[in-house]
């Protein structure tokens, strides 16, 4: 009888309790977004809207004067054959980057993963890893050098193969592939500790049971390693195109976009437009476009790259 009454009175008792609790746990949320929220709201979607704002101008910045222009700056990009080259040298560089990247990430990090002495395993995700910590324009300025003609690395290794020199960064037909190449081995560190901490998270009994079965190790990576990678593939997917679609301090400093435009990413002609050419109205304009552009891409990931279950 006792038991029925104190059960009644904590049922009464529970409503309020969960209330107050509730309340408190979402001041507390709200308190701990406020000061979030107010960093990306004055340092990214402020930017975002005064950007596109300008866009519908004709903007010099070194001039008080902003003439209203409408669509004209939108309706010049897509005339301007500069753009379109600098917007299909960016898609080609993205496309290959990315390929390659998680291609050899994941190959690496399924090498790394089966290494069993834990020290050793450590030291090789460290090793990968570090190239990451350095500064890209650091980085960048050092493969510039190893790509001299004259007495870079790269020269002197062909040259003790009694091969000829190569324009690394002047010649249209490597200079794409040359900066594809210091960009990769600058970043591929970081795909490489996520496919690792991914492949960690696959229970053990999926590979059990695939070696019960006799199961090969080919069938084994592609039937189940890369289903169960699956979650993990889209986040370094997303993350990496959207980074390689920044790309710029390897252009700006190893290239310039050149030569002949075949490394002009449209990060740097929107550079280039804003603040070399004072063209801020137009450079916004791009730049409203290029956001529209990685937006519809990481969507179109999230699309396809979705999955509804768990392991």
Not at 9 to 37: D, Q
Not at 145 to 166: E, S, W
Not at 269 to 289: C, K, P
Request: charge should be positive; hydrophobic fraction near 55%; aromatic fraction near 14%.
């Amino acid at each position: 009888m006792s038991t029925a009454i104190s059960t009644n009175k904590a049922e009464k008792v529970n409503p309020a309790a969960k209330s107050t609790a509730y309340r408190a746990k979402r001041r507390f949320i709200i308190i701990s977004l406020v000061p979030i929220l107010l960093l990306f709201g004055v340092f990214a979607f402020l930017p975002i809207a005064w950007s596109l704002g300008l866009s519908a101008f004709k903007y010099d910045p070194l001039s008080s004067n902003a003439i209203f222009v409408g669509a004209e700056n939108y309706i010049r990009m897509f005339q301007d054959s500069i753009f379109l080259k600098s917007l299909w040298v960016t898609f080609k560089f993205v496309f290959i980057a990315v390929l390659i990247n998680i291609v050899i990430t994941l190959l690496i990090a399924s090498a790394i993963q089966r290494v069993s002495i834990p020290w050793l395993k450590n030291g090789f995700r460290t090793v990968f890893f570090l190239p990451t910590i350095a500064p890209l324009a650091g980085t960048a300025i050092v493969w510039n050098t190893m790509f001299n003609y004259n007495d870079g690395l790269f020269n002197m290794l062909l040259a003790k193969l009694n091969m000829a020199p190569i324009q690394w960064l002047s010649d249209p037909h490597y200079a794409l592939y040359s900066v594809i190449m210091m960009t990769l081995w600058a970043d591929i560190g970081y795909n490489i500790v996520l496919f690792i901490a991914g492949l960690d998270s696959i229970p053990d009994m999926y590979y059990e049971a695939a070696t019960l079965e006799g199961a090969g190790r080919w069938h084994v990576f592609l039937h189940i390693t890369l289903p169960l990678l699956r979650r993990t593939l889209l986040f370094v997917s997303i993350t990496t195109v959207v980074s390689y679609f920044q790309a710029f301090p390897q252009f700006q400093i190893m290239t310039k976009g050149g030569p002949f435009n075949e490394t002009r990413v449209l990060s740097l002609q929107i550079y280039e437009q804003a603040f070399s050419s004072s063209n801020m109205g137009y450079a916004s304009a791009m730049a409203t476009v290029f956001l529209m552009i990685i937006l519809l891409v990481t969507l179109l990931q999230l699309r396809w790259g979705r999955t509804q279950w768990e392991h």
